[in-house]
């Protein structure tokens, strides 16, 4: 089946730590992307790829860092420098075909929470 | 810049009954507007999406969507609910065709009532 892998589904952060989210994809997609989902708010974009060995801070970066090495994967790192980690991320990937827009896939999500 | 809003955070219907959930978006020119849903710990499905051509825009499991460039809406419905389609439905508005152009409304929770 193709599709969009998230992994861990859970994750817990001590204070200080670093940790890395796993986004895998099968679906042969340029773009990648990682947004933060926060109770009642709309998703916010860390960082995007449209290219492998190329990503784009988006419009809350800070405190998270990425790479793209493989056009299947792209990780997320959130660094002891993001000070409230604690949210849903999702990872989605997109062709994107301007006629019609892009259509994106998602993952099931990470919940991350701060110990 | 564009912007997107979701008035409703929270409606509920029974099951059977009509549904509409209001999408109202800010920009300048004709914009991608899309409609995803979201079940509970999971990821984003999309629902239908428009950019130009007919304004009445059919979708998956039943939903259709009307582009009102008057009143600036993009509203979402279906004439039978059912059960299966408690999630929370979530309007983006795009200024081009990239997603890295997507805005997303704050979302609204659909509860069915049996």
């Known amino acids: 089946d193709g599709g969009i892998t998230q992994s861990p589904k859970y994750l817990f952060r001590k204070e200080g730590q670093n940790v890395t989210l796993s986004c895998e994809q099968n679906?042969?997609?340029?773009?990648m992307y990682w947004y933060r989902q926060d109770p009642g708010q709309g998703l916010r974009l860390i960082y995007y790829s449209q290219i492998v060995n190329d990503f784009q801070k988006g419009d809350i970066a800070e405190g998270y860092s990425v790479s793209r090495e493989k056009k299947e994967s792209f990780p997320l790192t959130v660094t002891s420098a993001q000070k409230n980690p604690t949210a849903f991320y999702l990872c989605?990937?997109?062709?994107?075909?301007?006629?019609?827009?892009?259509?994106?896939?998602f993952g099931s999500g990470t919940q991350l929470s701060v110990l | 810049a564009q912007s997107v809003t979701q008035p409703d955070i929270h409606i509920t219907v029974s099951e059977g009954a009509s549904l509409e959930l209001r999408c109202n978006y800010s920009y300048g020119a004709t914009p991608y507007l899309f409609w995803y849903v979201q079940s509970p710990g999971q990821g984003l499905q999309l629902l239908l999406k428009y950019f130009s051509g007919d304004t009445l825009v059919q979708g998956i499991k039943g939903f259709e969507a009307e582009f009102k460039r008057s009143q600036s809406s993009f509203n979402l419905r279906k004439p039978s609910v059912h059960w299966s389609d408690a999630a929370e439905y979530f309007c983006?508005?795009?200024?081009?065709?990239?997603?890295?152009?997507?805005?997303f409304g704050s979302g609204t929770q659909l509860t069915v009532l049996p």
């Open positions: 989605a990937s997109g062709q994107r075909r301007e006629a019609v827009g892009e259509k994106l896939f």
């Open positions: 679906l042969n997609h340029d773009a």
């Open positions: 983006a508005v795009g200024a081009g065709g990239s997603a890295r152009q997507l805005t």
